[in-house]
């Protein structure tokens, strides 16, 4: 049964199938998510708000890209809009939201590789680059995906996403030098 | 080599040649500001590996179920209809204030379209155009 036959069985009413897209998507949908916006219970929380609204929305898929290809695109518009909401609690309360998210990441399963001074200065490195280039840095670092499934997703040429990871990495390389300089 | 090469090898570091590599590693022994940036950049791969291990909850797929269970797909209108609706809304209360009865119960009847089509403004294909403005920058 392809991804469409089951579709039009979750339409019709079979509701249990829809089970078998979540659990086939779940794990790259919500490494998207956490590239974006990096604290493990944020990515979890729209992960379950992708599938949600997904869901809701099921009849407007059309089938024109790959289902995992919609819920990307889902994805991204979920994350971007809760960075620019989490932006903007940052400018009314900066020393707070520095203080949680300290909190928040020593609560993360990790090696010591990484202290996490080092962790927020990579953090917000990646944060500050600007919102195309984190998108396809994202997607091809968490998720792997290659340059064509990532110009899919983002409705651009291969060429153009080539130019957004180079853009990124050179810019996160020279965010990352300038922390020494303070 | 001078530090503007080096920068340059570095972004490429998992493509480079036996020679490239030597060549940066002579540099990055002798430089500390491209060792120091080194480091860092080695710093975010690993940053990137931690994460990629953390896992949803186990009980992520039966816990979507339970909330679809309560959840019905809902059917979309097209835009068109929405605004005919709309249109056709406005142009009966227009009509019924005209001829001095009130129209609340009519009123009540389209207050439920705007919801539905902002809510999906996000998700809709069509109003995926956002994407467009990731692109440019
Ligand atoms: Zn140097």
């Known amino acids: 049964m392809n ?17 078998l897209l979540v659990e086939k998507n779940q794990q790259m949908i919500f490494r998207a998510c956490l590239g974006l ?27 024109d890209s790959s289902f995992s290809t919609w819920l990307y695109r889902i994805a991204i518009n979920l994350s971007l809009t809760h960075l620019r909401k989490k932006k903007n609690r940052n400018i009314i309360s900066s020393i707070e939201e520095l203080f949680k998210v300290r909190a928040s990441t020593d609560n993360n399963p990790e090696s010591d590789t990484i ?17 195309n280039q984190k998108i396809a840095f994202t997607l091809s670092k968490y998720d792997e995906l290659k340059q064509a499934e990532i110009a899919e997703i983002m409705m ?22 300038q922390y020494k300089k303070k | 080599m001078n530090c503007k090469k080096s920068s340059g090898l570095m972004l490429a570091y998992k493509y480079l040649n036996k020679d490239q590599l030597n060549e940066l590693h002579n540099h990055l ?42 959840n019905p797909i809902r059917t979309i209108q097209p835009a068109w209809q929405i605004q005919t609706k709309r249109l056709l809304a406005a142009a009966s209360i227009t009509a019924i204030i005209w001829m ?7 009123y009540n009847a389209t207050t439920d379209s705007p919801n539905i089509e902002q809510e999906f403004a996000y998700i809709n294909d069509v109003a995926l155009e956002s994407i467009d403005s990731w692109i440019m920058e």
Do not use: W
């Open chain 1, 115 to 131: 202290n996490n001074e080092q962790r927020t200065i990579i953090e917000k490195a990646i944060d500050s680059l600007p919102e």
């Open chain 2, 29 to 70: 022994r002798k430089c500390e500001t491209c060792s120091d940036i080194f480091k860092k950049m080695m710093q975010l791969e690993d940053f990137i590996e931690e994460q990629k291990k953390l896992n949803l909850s186990k009980d992520f797929s039966s816990r979507i179920m339970e909330q679809i269970s309560s």
């Open chain 1, 156 to 177: 651009i040429s291969e060429g153009a996403v080539e130019s957004l990871l180079q853009r990124a990495k050179k810019n996160l390389q020279k965010k990352l030098s």
């Open chain 2, 100 to 106: 001095g009865y009130k129209a609340g119960s009519f």
């Open chain 1, 37 to 63: 916006v990096h604290h493990h219970e944020d990515a979890e929380d729209l992960t379950q708000e992708v599938f949600i609204k997904a869901y809701q929305a099921l009849v407007s898929f059309k089938g």
């Open chain 1, 3 to 19: 991804e469409n036959e089951i579709i039009n069985d979750i339409i019709k009413g079979n509701k249990l199938k829809y089970s």
